[in-house]
Structure formats: structure tokens, C-alpha cells
């Protein structure tokens, strides 16, 4: 099959115009390590492996479609961690030895795949964290500590993306969450925001099920044939300044740069959006205040 052209088409959109369509984890495409429940939105990895764990998305991702997880369980006796993505190769063409037993270097090494680390500290038992590509390609993350870091760039945006997620080294099992906690895509052309179908409250993390043996600061006791991984990558970049990044496009057509400032000091928008947002709503997108311009502002004189 040609990279690009898939049968998994996007979902119908079943609660309405302004719904993405459900998400839920790939059932054909799963690590040799993992199982599914609550309906495919839970993954959880053998306990006694710290790889094999690769899934993937049960249908494409859209741009700027913030994927919402929930760490459910973690086992500290293991190095490494959560690895996200994105592929254009859809999970269900890519044969029967098909996913390999990590992401980072099975897949990353070929075009097609990308995927990066999230560091160790920020994943633990309730955490829920978010993580989206944007237009220009960048894969953004979002912890639980509320800041945003741009995991890597050059992400093929122009053809139809799976997400991957790879339930490595501590991080033994996520949940997807729903429409309530929000895996969404903003549609500021119609100022409103497009989530996935929604689904039951997902049941409270037990911490019980989770190894802490690190943070506990005690000997973990694990059966003597378990053995420890390095974890083959051992550096990440993380770019603070990610917010500034993506304040520099256009919050509406997401292409052209940012350059007009607005009276209530917002610079989100570029000239042609700006009188087209001006015009059909008269707010701005990101605090909805009017947008009332003088005769100064407007260059007219008397």
C-alpha cells in the first residue's frame, strides 16, 4: 500500500458536526506485551517485560488534536518511560511482525515513524498530560505541570497521522481520556473547539498496582529473572520557549505569521484573518474582547 493512501478513513462524526469521532487504541496493531480494556481506550504492559508495549491510534489524528492520557500505572524498577508520536504509516498495512519491540530505535530510524522520550519525572501514577502536532510539524508536549515542550520537529503534516504511544520502561499502563477531560482540536475559524465522542468517567487510579520502589526509597523486590534496561536514549531536548513558538503563527489559518496587535494587546492574527475575524465576529479568539477600532488606529483623519 502506498504511504499516505489508507482504508482508515476519519470516523463519522456520530455526536454531531463538532464531534472528532471516538479514539480509542489500534486492536490490530498492538506489542506482542500488551492488552486492551474499558472499551480499548486502556493498555497495559506485562509487568515482567519493560518493552513490547507499542500502540497506536484507532483512527488518524488531526492537526493541532490534543491527545488526552492518564498514566494508570508505574513500575520505577525500570529505566526509560512513555515515548509519544506520530506515524503516516497506517498501523493495520505493515505486516504480520509488525510493531517491533520499542519505537525508539525500531522505528525512528525509518521515515515515516517519529517518536520521543518524555522524561521519567513527569510521568507517575493519575498523571494526565497532552500531546499534539502542530501545523508546521512540530510534536508538542504537555505534563502535568502545565508547561509545553517541543519533543522534536519535521513531523510530515501533509498526509493523514496515526498517533503512537509506547508503553516503555516505567510507564506500564495509560487510559485515553474523553470528551470530558478533553482530547479536542481547536476550531478558531468557527471560534469553538471539536472534541472526540465522549465517554464514561474512567474509574480512579489505583496506586496500589503501581511499583514506587525509586520514590519509596527502598529495595524493589522483583523476581530474581527480571532484568534491568538501559534505556537506549538517555538525552531529550526540551524547549521552553514552545508557547512562544507557537504564538508566532496565526491563531485562525495557522500558516502565516502573527502581526497585528489587537486592542486588547493580543498579537494573534495576521492581516487577512484579522479582517475577516473583525468582520463576521467583531472578538478576539483568545479572550473575546471586542475588537473596536479608532478612527486613529484605522489610519483615518478628519
Given at each position: 500500500m502506498e504511504i499516505g493512501r489508507s482504508t482508515e478513513m476519519y470516523p463519522p462524526n456520530i455526536c454531531g458536526r463538532h464531534c472528532l469521532g471516538p479514539l480509542s487504541f489500534h486492536k490490530g496493531a498492538l506489542?506482542?506485551?500488551?492488552?486492551?480494556?474499558?472499551g480499548g481506550r486502556r493498555v497495559e504492559r506485562d509487568r515482567e517485560t519493560f518493552q513490547n508495549g507499542l500502540t497506536f491510534s484507532s483512527r488518524p489524528i488531526r492537526v493541532q488534536e490534543k491527545i488526552h492520557l492518564r498514566v494508570e500505572c508505574?513500575?520505577?524498577?525500570?529505566?526509560?518511560?512513555l515515548r509519544l508520536g506520530f506515524t503516516?504509516?497506517?498501523?493495520?498495512?505493515?505486516?504480520?511482525?509488525?510493531?517491533?519491540?520499542?519505537?525508539?530505535?525500531d522505528l525512528t530510524t525509518?521515515?515515516?515513524?517519529?517518536?520521543?522520550?518524555?522524561?521519567?519525572?513527569?510521568?507517575?501514577?493519575?498523571?494526565?498530560?497532552r500531546f499534539w502536532v502542530t501545523p508546521r510539524g512540530m510534536l508538542v508536549y504537555e505534563g502535568p505541570n502545565g508547561l509545553r515542550y517541543k519533543l522534536l520537529k519535521g513531523v510530515d503534516v501533509t498526509r493523514p497521522l496515526w498517533a503512537m504511544i509506547d508503553?516503555?520502561?516505567?510507564t506500564r499502563a495509560v487510559l485515553l481520556l474523553g470528551e470530558a477531560h478533553g482530547s479536542e482540536k481547536k476550531d478558531l475559524l468557527k471560534l469553538q473547539i471539536r472534541r472526540s465522542c465522549p465517554v464514561p468517567p474512567p474509574p480512579s487510579v489505583s496506586h496500589r498496582d503501581s511499583c514506587m520502589c525509586v520514590n519509596e526509597d527502598h529495595p524493589c523486590r522483583t523476581p530474581q529473572d527480571y532484568r534491568l534496561s538501559a534505556d537506549p536514549i538517555t538525552t531529550t531536548q526540551i524547549d521552553h520557549s514552545i508557547d512562544?513558538?507557537?504564538?508566532?503563527?496565526?491563531?485562525?489559518?495557522l500558516s502565516a505569521r502573527a502581526s497585528v496587535v489587537l486592542p486588547c494587546a493580543h498579537r494573534c492574527l495576521c492581516l487577512?484573518?484579522?479582517?475577516?475575524?473583525?468582520?463576521?465576529?467583531?472578538?478576539?479568539?483568545?479572550?473575546?474582547q471586542s475588537i473596536r477600532y479608532s478612527d486613529e488606529d484605522r489610519g483615518i483623519k478628519n
Open positions: 506489542g506482542t506485551n500488551v492488552w486492551l480494556s474499558l508505574c513500575d520505577q524498577h525500570w529505566h526509560g518511560a503516516i504509516i497506517p498501523p493495520s498495512s505493515s505486516g504480520p511482525l509488525f510493531p517491533p519491540a520499542m519505537a525508539i530505535p525509518t521515515y515515516g515513524y517519529w517518536a520521543s522520550i518524555v522524561p521519567s519525572s513527569l510521568i507517575i501514577p493519575g498523571a494526565e498530560l508503553v516503555y520502561g516505567q512562544r513558538d507557537i504564538a508566532d503563527d496565526c491563531v485562525v489559518c487577512r484573518c484579522t479582517q475577516r475575524v473583525t468582520a463576521e465576529f467583531g472578538n478576539c479568539p483568545l479572550c473575546r
